[in-house]
């Protein structure tokens, strides 16, 4: 007899799922979301998949205070961005997803890891399952990449279940899987990809981490919009999400941690793509700075916090006469709204006539400087462009600013200066800091910054042009 199907309609963004087809998705209100999926119901009561798998014992209420402090067991890398990013390295039993767009170095990078670990003592393999590659494919990589794979063990299995038959019988130290997007669960009729086989690949596969204690790495390809097929269900499943980004045209990349139960979230590693594979940038502000023109008006550096880590960035701008009716306002890496709202102030606050003038404005590197403190040297920045006048030399521009032209405090100023002077700048623009006797300089010139007017005439003032 054949097996009844259930027919439903699910968002391929958000996992929300109903009986019937919609054009916009009533959670996330996304367009054009639903795919029809069926599932099979299952053949008898008490062989359900998931029974099979459940624990058969009953959990028990236990109290907290019977615990004694523990720390989590770890693996660690010999990349500190790694292991920073990982909140001091790798979980034992922790599902890790990684995200990125095709083509950014997810295989490479993961490869390149089991390959620090390639040459340590243990007999237990490094299992590499991929649905992507062909093994060959992923021999020729490693080659390429110096690594010898004497513990890698690769194995080319997209069923979900026959996978985790063999990681029981492998027990290995770590497990990549490369990509969750090629699993599937063959009680779904589904195709692999689709949200409800990589919902159910990555569940099975999370309790598989879970019982064994085996750290697993899960590649999961990100859609144009920027999410993960069927994110938000499978961010919830995993402990950490990994976000591997960067311009494809520039050689570096950004891996940030973007939910993490073992660690911080925010946390920044930076890496370089070479010939040979990935780097590890120990001192991304040099790279970032490497290329910076000196003495031209328009630019300015600006201490970026990512998480807890300042960068020094480049943020370029550049203000023309306008040729059309309404100037043309635009923005790389930083907000074109908050951009328009900065340009506002400086011609209300400051009376810059900015009015007739298109305004551009770069974050150099494809970084992005999402946080307000960007705003002073944004400001500077358009200033520069427009008066012609370059800053003083050896300068940082940092702090937020108000619909009244006020410069307001950021956070972690000490920690951005230390940085600064780490790259052996001498001086800062910046905001008022209240308790100075605390404040640590780290013998930074403070130059302070009440107001976008005194900003404007100290800018002004300067004859280095
Ligand atoms: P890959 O790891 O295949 O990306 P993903 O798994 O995220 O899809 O990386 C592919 C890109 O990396 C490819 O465009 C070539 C580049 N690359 C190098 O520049 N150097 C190298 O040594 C390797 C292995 C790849
Ligand atoms: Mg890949």
Redesign the pocket.
Known sequence: MAAKQKVFYICQDCGYQSAQWYGRCPDCQGWNRFVEEREQAPQAPGKNRRSQTQSPKHPQAVSLHEFSPVEFPRISFPWGEVNRVLGGGLTLGSVVLLA?Q???????LLLQLFGQLDSKQDTRPLLYVSGEESNQQINV?AQ??GIKGQRISLLGETNVVRLVEQIRTLSPEIVIIDSVQTLFHPDLSSVPGSVSQVRESTDHLVRCAKEMDIPFFLVGHVTKEGSVAGPMTLEHLVDTVLVFEGDQSQNYRLLRSSKNRFGPTDEVGVFE?????LQEVKNPSELFLRERAQNVPGTVVFPLLEGTRPLLIEVQALATDSSYGVPMRNAVGFDKNRLTMLLAVLEKRAGLHLSGQDVYVNVVGGIKASEPAADLAVCAAVISSYTGKTLPDKTVVFGEIGLTGEVRSVQQASLRLREVQKLGFTRGLLPSLPAKASFDHHGIEMMEISSIDMLLSLLSMNTSS
């Open positions: 990125g095709p083509g950014i170095g997810k295989s490479t990589r390429r990449l793509m070479v010939s040979e594979g």
